[in-house]
């Protein structure tokens, strides 16, 4: 069974920081592209960024490029999103799931609650 468990989020003060974490079970992490997604109310999910299996190469939404950085620790089988200088337009519940673009599975985790207010 596909499982993941998004973590770290919280409330913050624009020009903030904050670093996600996302452990996942139910498939080999290491051979799996991870991205992270985020959606805020009356707006449908996004991604925010990818990673190949590897984590050599990613990719970020246009809104996040040069803030946000993803990496992946495949020892500890962990997935990872720092975000800096967060903006209040980065306010959502944010989710991570297998794949460099679409999702992979169709089940998510609980999410992890971003706001960003001063």
Request: hydrophobic share 30%; charged share 15%.
């Amino acid at each position: 069974q596909v499982q993941f468990v998004e973590s770290g989020g919280g409330l913050v003060q624009p020009g903030g920081s904050l670093r996600l974490s996302c452990t996942a079970s139910g498939f080999i992490f290491n051979g799996n592209p991870m991205s992270w997604y985020r959606q805020s109310p009356g707006k449908g999910r996004e991604q925010v960024a990818g990673t190949t299996s590897d984590g050599t190469t990613t990719i970020y939404a246009d809104s996040v490029k040069g803030r946000f950085i993803i990496s992946k620790d495949n020892i500890k089988n962990i997935l990872y999103l720092q975000m800096n200088n967060l903006k209040p337009e980065d306010t959502a519940v944010y989710y991570c799931n297998a794949g460099y673009g679409s999702p992979r599975w169709q089940s998510w985790g609980q999410g992890t609650q971003v706001t960003v207010s001063a």
